[in-house]
């Protein structure tokens, strides 16, 4: 009887540290993840589109802000809520962005998707870094999601989704 709950034991410790070992190989392939696009011609469209609204956002061009951003551009903001008027977005900007914040793009991290008979979706990570406060601040990524539209080639802003 002693040898048959050996035998047991044993097994049900083999059970176990398979399933462990399976987990931990199964969690390293997730983490080991890396987007690759489905379609280089729109991403780079959308990375083009992103460093051009950016470089605007970062030298407080706010009429180029303006020309791609959607009429009916809706802005979620995980800590400031939501703006649904572009004019209060564009004022929000000019108020408490221009010349104190600039964004950085975390190299790597976009991940574009196209969304049939609309554009695409981008998702990535980025910092904002606070031009008025001291040198050597440390700036931490935060994840944001922007749905671009395409209109016969113009792209615009319809939605953003800021997370920090």
């Known amino acids: 009887m002693r040898n048959y709950n050996l035998h ?16 931990q190989k199964s969690m390293s392939k997730e983490l080991a993840y890396q ?3 489905d379609d280089l011609e729109l991403y780079n469209a959308i990375v083009s589109m992103d460093s051009s609204f950016f470089q605007a956002y970062n030298n407080c061009d706010l009429d180029k802000q303006a020309a791609i951003y959607s009429d009916d ?24 962005v221009c010349g104190k914040v600039t964004r950085e793009l975390v190299e790597g991290s976009l991940e574009i998707y196209p969304i ?16 008025t406060e001291k040198e050597g601040t440390v700036s931490h990524a935060s994840k944001f999601i922007i749905f671009w539209k395409n209109d016969n080639t113009n792209w615009t802003i319809t939605k953003v989704v800021s997370l920090h």
């Open 8 to 23: 047991h034991f044993i097994i049900y410790i083999f059970v176990i540290t398979a399933t462990v070992c399976s987990a």
């Open 116 to 131: 049939k008979d609309f554009g695409a979706i981008e998702i990535g990570l980025h910092k904002f870094h606070n031009n």
């Open 35 to 37: 987007y690759l696009p």
């Open 73 to 96: 551009i809706e802005f979620y903001h995980d800590k400031g809520g939501i703006m649904t008027v572009k004019q209060e977005i564009l004022d929000s900007t000019k108020k408490y």
